[in-house]
T-cell receptor, first 114, second 117 residues
Framework: DAGVIQSPRHEVTEMGQEVTLRCKPISGHDYLFWYRQTMMRGLELLIYFNNNVPIDDSGMPEDRFSAKMPNASFSTLKIQPSEPRDSAVYFC????????????FGPGTRLTVL | AQTVTQSQPEMSVQEAETVTLSCTYDTSESNYYLFWYKQPPSRQMILVIRQEAYKQQNATENRFSVNFQKAAKSFSLKISDSQLGDTAMYFCAFMNAGGTSYGKLTFGQGTILTVHP
């Protein structure tokens, strides 16, 4: 199994630009999670999906952030417009069953907004 | 809300020795899961070990074991025969098995472990 795949691994953009982060979960996993990691706030859950449906987006910081999961094998996290404070590592994770299985993380995308 | 506290920002250990990383958590729930994740310099988050709160037996995975004290809300990780590849940031994490936080992982601040040759 290839594990959770994220792209790009690194993204550098300028303030005000749109940024799209991509994730392919492990095949057969029904749950997908987006996390953000910063020095100040540590690891925090942004949103998660069950069978492509958003279940809890209470961690999404503001309307500039949006996430979609058009099918079972693909999800995007979009920031529009981006700001320097969005600079962080963004992780995608997937799990088979939400509480009885472990969340497996992708390698992360390091985002730098200048 | 659940909180997870790792009181040791940094730890170091000599190769082949044993080290214990501390973690405490606060919850009013009775059914939950606890995890230790490892984040090496590559920044990949790797599961080390997990513990179900309803199980009294401490989880073990090869050189890694936990000391789960439910009444004290303590979940420490012991690494035996430390190896250079164990150098990483270690995160303790809590997951509710029910309620409004169902399925959400809450992470501690992390402990940087350095294994010296």
């Amino acid at each position: 199994d290839a594990g959770v795949i994220q792209s790009p691994r690194h993204e550098v953009t300028e303030m005000g630009q749109e940024v799209t982060l991509r994730c392919k979960p492990i095949s057969g996993h029904d749950y997908l999670f987006w996390y953000r990691q910063t020095m100040m706030r540590g690891l925090e859950l942004l949103i998660y999906f069950n069978n492509n449906v958003p279940i809890d987006d209470s961690g999404m910081p503001e309307d500039r952030f949006s996430a979609k999961m058009p099918n079972a094998s693909f999800s995007t996290l979009k920031i529009q417009p981006s700001e320097p404070r969005d600079s962080a590592v963004y992780f995608c994770a997937s799990s088979l069953e939400i509480a009885t299985d472990t969340q497996y993380f992708g390698p992360g995308t390091r985002l730098t907004v200048l | 809300a659940q909180t997870v506290t790792q009181s040791q920002p940094e730890m170091s250990v000599q190769e082949a020795e044993t080290v214990t990383l501390s973690c405490t958590y606060d919850t009013s729930e009775s059914n939950y899961y606890l995890f230790w994740y490892k984040q090496p310099p590559s920044r990949q988050m790797i599961l080390v070990i997990r513990q179900e709160a309803y199980k009294q037996q401490n989880a073990t995975e090869n050189r890694f074991s936990v000391n789960f004290q439910k009444a004290a809300k303590s979940f420490s990780l012991k690494i035996s025969d430390s190896q250079l590849g164990d150098t990483a940031m270690y995160f303790c994490a809590f997951m509710n098995a029910g309620g409004t936080s169902y399925g959400k992982l809450t992470f501690g601040q992390g402990t940087i472990l350095t294994v010296h040759p």
